[in-house]
T-cell receptor, first 114, second 111 residues
Framework: NAGVTQTPKFQVLKTGQSMTLQCAQD?????MYWYRQDPGMGLRLIYY???????DKGEVPNGYNVSRLNKREFSLRLESAAPSQTSVYFC?????????????FGQGTRLTVV | RKEVEQDPGPFNVPEGATVAFNCTYS??????FFWYRQDCRKEPKLLMS???SGNEDGRFTAQLNRASQYISLLIRDSKLSDSATYLC????????????FGIGTKLQVIP
């Protein structure tokens, strides 16, 4: 059972470089999310997609863009990476937006921007 | 002041001990509460929801005190495998359900 799969697991970027974090779920979930987790701070929602075809900003969207490619896939793009974006990124999915906190999380992407 | 406050710990307890964590929240619009567990360098996983009347799941008991705006998690008969960070999560009601995660409390169960 794959659940939620994120790639890559680790990445080092130079300031100004761009990259896309990929996320795919195989549970036929409608809603998908991107979070970041930083030391001393709780998980914070970057963007979410309540259903296929929709995306919305979360708490900390600046510097990121997302694409809900289809029901399974939700990608997060950093257009011009900054050291402040060094973080652990988690993708998650749930049956619906109201079930956000019954979500399944991917294993995370550890991103370092130098 | 953070919307959700937790003591980061670590709480070091011997196997078999009972340990309790508290989490306070400041947003009075918070209506739903949850505890998550996160193992070191792993993803968070839902441990249990917290109901107004309190609820139990095996060795774990969650309580909510709306008047004082805190939730608690009690773990009885601690196991080595309980070692993890426990995240408190609050969600407001309404059209946009704002979700706030605490920073987590680290538990280390010692043999």
């Amino acid at each position: 059972n794959a659940g939620v799969t994120q790639t890559p697991k680790f990445q080092v970027l130079k300031t100004g470089q761009s990259m896309t974090l990929q996320c795919a779920q195989d549970m036929n979930h409608n809603s998908m999310y991107w979070y970041r987790q930083d030391p001393g701070m709780g998980l914070r929602l970057i963007y979410y997609s309540a259903s296929e075809g929709t995306t919305d900003k979360g708490e900390v969207p600046n510097g990121y863009n997302v694409s809900r490619l289809n029901k399974r896939e939700f990608s997060l793009r950093l257009e011009s990476a900054a050291p402040s974006q060094t973080s652990v990124y988690f993708c998650a999915s749930s049956e619906s937006w109201t079930a956000q906190l019954e979500a399944f999380f991917g294993q995370g992407t550890r991103l370092t921007v130098v | 002041r953070k919307e959700v406050e937790q003591d980061p710990g670590p709480f070091n307890v011997p196997e078999g001990a009972t340990v309790a964590f508290n989490c306070t929240y400041s947003n009075s619009a918070s209506q739903s509460f949850f505890w998550y567990r996160q193992d070191c360098r792993k993803e968070p996983k839902l441990l249990m929801s917290v109901y107004s009347s309190g609820n139990e799941d095996g060795r774990f008991t969650a309580q909510l005190n709306r008047a004082s705006q805190y939730i608690s998690l009690l773990i009885r008969d601690s196991k080595l495998s309980d070692s993890a960070t426990y995240l408190c999560v609050c969600r407001t009601s309404g059209g946009y359900q704002k979700v706030t995660f605490g920073i987590g409390t680290k538990l280390q169960v010692i043999p």
